[in-house]
């Protein structure tokens, strides 16, 4: 059985959480604040490169949507839905592997 | 005492006995698989119905052994195994004209040069001796290699239906259509952008393609636009990107996956080709490009490594001589490769179809 897509995924937007309930049963809980560091879409990606602060401080999130069954789609408040984050991603982020998944 | 034992099972004692039993190329129990389709029970005797939504007819006999055995080690003896994969009343990925075609491969990858299309040919060949219908569509724009890799001369053109649909041109049991089928001459056709995926998609919809098992599209190399929007013309295909163990490729390859996450198209698994090195003189192995880099890609990112094909210049020398190595000898060593890559294939499909249904569930609170 393949560890991805999880079983489900929970957005708690009173605490900032996201929760995902991976196919064998671990939990995995992201804060959103690390989801919109870590957002890997191409204009937050060279913000970063080139150190330039992003457009907004605002981590809330409005909604997730399902890409297919390989990626989740967070939508933040501020609008910002460019950011696609496919599951080994979300696993990455939330086992703290980010560097070394982007840089593998 | 023989005769009340075989009196005493029932359907649920079998069922029982088949949930902890896990074929290994299955990688899931045939419950999990939704595979077992009924129970029959008469006289003490059982025959078991299954229903397998994948072509891999060379594995039904050990499959049958398999499981025979293990009902044996639970006490349930002289069991009858009927299987069928057939799978008439199953839904379609995509049904055109006369086409029905239960699952599209698209074969991908980042680069060119890394084998795409022999891995395409010779995977469709090998799933063909598994008993499915295969059709393949060479779609790549940039070099297409259908003509030569099957030996169809250049007089030999697709035959014109209605004005409309055109016949595949039918080569060692496949039903194929290539963009160079089409063109006067040797030079690839110049298409851009848009032109290329809606020529792509005449070509996908008016070939007269028929009933097939599987429908294999090998797709030009890169991530383009044109890839992003013919993959979103196929929504409900799944996908193989095939790489090599070299660096760049690597990378590429990384690229192709991502495009496919992001138009939601399941990513079967990577096929590593070209990875070893076999000395023809000596059997001595080495991996010319390091080891292992596709498989950390596949862990990477959550798909399976379907594959690893070997270096071998006798694959080159087949498909240039217009047989693939399958075609020629599905004896051989080098048709097992393909064979055993194709039951993957083909038990991955239908895996992501199962995956495919289970959606994750979303709350938003
Ligand atoms: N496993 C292999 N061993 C040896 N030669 C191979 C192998 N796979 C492909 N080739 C050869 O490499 C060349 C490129 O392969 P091809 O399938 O045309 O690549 P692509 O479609 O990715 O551009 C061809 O000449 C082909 O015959
Ligand atoms: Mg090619
Ligand atoms: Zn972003």
Not at chain 2, 186 to 198: E, L
Not at chain 2, 202 to 210: A, H, K, M, P
């Amino acid at each position: 059985m393949s560890f991805y897509p999880p079983q489900k995924v929970r957005l708690k937007k009173d605490i900032g959480e996201l929760e995902i309930i991976w196919q064998n049963g671990d939990i995995a809980k992201i804060s959103c604040d690390e989801l919109r560091r870590y957002c890997a879409c191409s204009s937050c990606r060279s913000r970063k490169l080139i150190g330039v602060r992003l457009v907004t401080e605002s981590a809330e999130i409005a909604t997730v949507n399902l890409i297919g069954s390989t990626a989740l789609q967070v939508v933040f408040a501020d609008g910002h839905d460019r950011g696609i984050f496919p599951w080994p991603y979300v696993n990455a982020i939330a086992t703290g592997r980010v560097q070394e998944f982007l840089n593998a | 005492m023989l005769n009340e034992a075989r009196q005493s099972t029932t359907e649920a004692h079998v069922l029982s006995a088949l949930r902890d039993f896990i074929f290994p190329v299955f990688g899931e129990s045939l419950i999990d698989l939704d595979a077992v389709r009924r129970i029959h029970i008469e006289n003490g005797r059982v025959t078991i119905h299954l229903y397998l939504a994948a072509k891999v007819a060379s594995l039904h006999g050990r499959l049958v052994l398999m499981i025979q055995n293990h009902l044996e080690g639970a006490g349930i003896h002289g069991v009858q195994v009927v299987i069928d994969s057939d799978a008439s009343d199953e839904d379609f990925d995509f049904s055109v004209a006369d086409a029905r075609v239960r699952n599209i491969l698209i074969v991908a990858s980042g680069k060119g040069g890394v084998g795409k299309s022999s891995t395409a040919m010779n995977l469709a060949l090998a799933l063909r001796a598994e008993g499915a219908s295969v059709g393949v569509l060479d779609a790549d724009i940039y070099g297409p290699s259908m003509r030569t890799m099957l030996g169809v001369p250049e007089s030999v053109k697709p035959v014109l239906v209605n004005e409309k649909y055109v016949e595949p041109i039918r080569k060692y049991g496949l039903a194929t259509m290539s963009v160079g089928y089409l063109s006067p001459d040797k030079t690839p056709m110049i298409w851009r952008g848009p032109m290329a995926v809606k020529a792509l998609q005449q070509l996908l919809e008016q070939t007269l393609w028929g009933d097939l098992d599987y429908l294999i599209v090998d797709m030009p190399p890169g991530t383009g636009d044109i890839h992003i929007s013919l993959a979103q013309k196929l929504q409900r295909a799944t996908a193989l990107v095939v790489t090599t163990p070299q660096e760049v490729a690597l990378i590429d390859a990384r690229k192709g996956l991502e495009m496919f996450n992001k138009v939601g198209i399941p990513v079967l698994g990577i096929v590593e080709n070209m990875a070893t090195h076999v000395c023809s003189r000596c059997g001595f192995e080495e991996d010319i490009f390091g080891a292992h880099g596709a498989a950390k890609m596949a862990e990477d990112y959550g798909v399976a490594m379907l594959g690893s094909l070997p270096l071998d210049k006798k694959i080159r020398e087949h498909l240039d001589s217009g047989i693939p190595s399958v075609a020629r000898d599905p004896m051989s060593d080098i048709s097992q490769c393909y064979a055993i890559l194709a039951q993957r294939v083909a038990v991955a499909a239908w895996r992501a179809k199962i995956t495919g249904m289970q959606m994750p569930h979303i709350e938003i609170a």
